[in-house]
């Protein structure tokens, strides 16, 4: 019998959620993900102080250093898969839509420096409403962008309308929401599968833009365990840690396609004003989100601190 991971294949692109280089070529993903906190992570191995030392020598500034190993990392990833490697944007830029489209141009050149088509690069932007606009200006550029920090259906409609590339819905952080908010009287097996709230919610987000037959991709991210993996089997992309992956290729067993198709509706174009209040009005979405932001932010910092 073939493994959940070889089944998988079958109905999802896999996509590798890592910063490790290694653990890239082991995996052979289609396509990877990397944010501030995975090459913080990587940057710490001693393997990789070469690659840094090297990215960083010549730059004018810190912010320029940081984007320099960013993508310095995202090129050697891209040496080891076919596909596109997802890049970020500093989350410190999160509100601010000029700034935003500023850096995502440098780090496109930066990568068309080295040869890489921007073809091949997704930028990675918070899903804010400035994040959306942004991306709007980018996609019209040919500079194709992942929303990421993605928690709830308004920002899935509004990068949608905007043309973006590709959306990630953050399935493990609004699992810890709910699981979090109820405390003691949360109850695991309940919340399984289809019925697991961060599952729930990219089901919600491929029926509305699959319906509407929405050309941005959807992929499912931040997992948990392999349960909500196999619970989203036929979206677009998932893009899997490394120990996600290893359980799910040393596991054998079917993988049914879960995500077939959808009904036709239309999709509405919010404005600012609804859009704003639709994720205030979500507590999870809302509080998610900023904490992501806050978190991605303070791993870019740390990250420039070793750059000095």
Known sequence: MASL??????????????????AVERWQPQDATTNPSLILKASELPRYQPLIRAAAAGAHSVPDKLDRVLVAFGVEILKRIPGRVSTEVDARLSFDTRATVERARRLIALYEAQGIARERVLIKIATTWEGVRAA???EQEGIHCNMTLLFCTAQALAAAAAGATLISPFV???????KRAAGASWDEAAHA???DPGVRSVHDIYARL???????????????NVGQILALAGCDLLTISPDLLQQLAATEGDVPRVL????????????????RWQLNENAMASEKLAEGIRIFAADAVKLESRLH
Not at 210 to 224: E, Y
Not at 266 to 273: K, Q
Request: charged residues 25%; aromatic residues 8%; proline residues 3%.
């Open 172 to 178: 493990g952080r609004i699992y810890d929401w709910y």
């Open 136 to 138: 709007e200006v980018l």
């Open 260 to 275: 077939d198709g959808a009904p036709q509706v239309a999709l509405p174009r919010l404005t600012e004003a609804q859009f």
């Open 5 to 22: 991971l070889e089944g998988l294949k079958r109905h999802t692109v896999i996509v590798a959620d890592t910063g490790d280089i290694e």
């Open 210 to 224: 699959k319906g509407a037959g929405c050309r941005t991709q959807i992929m499912g991210a931040s997992f948990r």
């Open 193 to 195: 599968g289809a019925n």
